[in-house]
């Protein structure tokens, strides 16, 4: 497997697979064009064989120059459970150390399990809320517009 940068170019690629890697509830607005040309650094790609198998997007906080944040992160549903996720986060997580950065935030929806179960194991806690669904803290209403979500943090040092 190799990792590189996103460029522009991919990003055909990209949206022609997204909602069927993505699943149910796949919004449009999750990511564009913009990110891959502002945010190079934190935009990665993996391919086998010259065929991108997933993708990772995210940035660094301009607001608060500790942190970083991941946008989104998809795997080829045929190369999941193989480490690709990982090896994808692993390599954020060094580009954005290298820039500086030691927290690292990311959030997801509470009904997608799998997402919990990977993060947790990448090493991302779940920062305490007010409410519980299914017994997983959640923000609720998170961004106003209605989507609950669970909020993930990791720190690369302590
Ligand atoms: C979540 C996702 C990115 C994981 O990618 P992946 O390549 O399958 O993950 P990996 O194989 O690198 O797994 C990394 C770890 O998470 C665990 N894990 C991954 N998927 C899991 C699942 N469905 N159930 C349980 N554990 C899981 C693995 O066991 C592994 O643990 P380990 O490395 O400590 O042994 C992938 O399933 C995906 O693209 N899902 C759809 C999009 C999505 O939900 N994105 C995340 C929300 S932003």
Not at 148 to 154: G, P, T
């Amino acid at each position: 497997m190799k990792l590189r940068y996103i460029e522009t170019e991919d990003c055909g690629a990209i949206l022609e697979v997204a909602s069927d890697w993505w699943g149910s509830n796949y919004s449009s607005d999750m990511f564009s064009k913009w990110f891959i040309n502002h945010f190079r650094e934190t935009c990665l790609l993996a391919e086998e064989n010259g065929k991108m198998i997933g993708f990772i997007m995210g940035f660094l906080s301009q607001t608060k120059p500790d942190e970083a944040y991941i946008r989104i992160v998809m795997v080829d549903p045929a190369w999941r459970g193989k480490g690709v996720g990982r090896a994808l986060y692993e390599k954020f997580f060094k580009n954005t150390e290298v820039l500086g950065r030691n927290t690292i935030r990311c959030v997801t929806a509470p009904r997608k399990k799998d997402s919990i179960t990977f993060h947790a194991r990448l090493g991302f806690s779940i920062e305490p809320q007010e409410q519980e669904i299914d017994g997983i803290p959640t923000c609720l209403n998170y961004d106003g517009r209605g989507g609950n979500r669970v909020v993930f943090k990791k720190l690369l040092h302590n």
